[in-house]
């Protein structure tokens, strides 16, 4: 009986143990926002959500700024949820990387022309200060509440951008990003809240 009860328990153990492996395993991974963002963003739910703070109408896109706390790792998407969109006609969902740690990161007024960074618009990408003609980010345009955006580094390093889980393209004109990077978004016009999602491995 008492060798039963020592194989029932040793039984149990290896399936607690088999379980707590089988957990972690299954654990995917939601990255956060770095507390280091633009003076309109608030932070909620863990530095999980970004809003944009500001009227409806507002028209300041400055200070918009939100970054990963964390940085990528090759091959793997980070995006987010566009949780509300206001009914204004025009404004993109720029996203893109910045290449400084958001720890020491001086965040400026506007993403334009920023120097440690490449932002995607829907038609240009803005790189080491200067703007180049992109068509890769035009889905960017049309982003709606409940659908997602983001960025990856294939093992090239090449920035690319998705929209809805769909690869659009390499931003071949920014060249190599340098290691580490953090992925960035620009929660600004008529975009007024995003939230991470789970980062996910490229298809």
Not at 25 to 49: M, S
Request: with cysteine; hydrophobic share 30%.
């Amino acid at each position: 009986m008492a060798g039963n009860k020592d194989q029932d328990t040793q039984h149990s153990r290896h399936k607690s143990n088999k379980s707590k492996k089988s957990k972690k395993k299954n654990k995917v991974k939601v990255f956060r926002f770095h507390d280091n963002h633009g003076g309109n963003i608030a932070l909620a739910d863990h530095e999980r959500t970004a809003l944009s703070q500001g009227g409806e109408d507002d028209d300041n896109d400055d200070d918009r700024v939100v970054v990963s706390r964390d940085p990528m790792k090759v091959d793997k998407v980070y995006e987010v949820r566009v949780d509300r969109r206001t009914r204004r006609p025009k404004g993109c969902l720029p996203v893109g990387v910045v290449t400084s740690s958001p720890d020491t990161l001086t965040l400026p007024d506007g993403v334009y022309g920023w120097e440690n960074a490449v932002v995607v618009y829907s038609n240009v990408v803005s790189h080491r200060g200067k703007w180049r003609d992109c068509e890769v980010g035009e889905a960017l345009w049309s982003v709606k509440t409940g659908q997602r955006a983001g960025v990856s580094i294939d093992r090239r390093r090449l920035l690319h951008v998705h929209v809805n889980g769909e690869d659009q393209g390499a931003i071949t004109c920014a060249g190599s990003i340098p290691h580490p990077c953090y992925p960035m978004f620009h929660v600004r016009g008529r975009y007024r809240q995003v939230t991470p999602l789970p980062v996910t491995r490229v298809k």
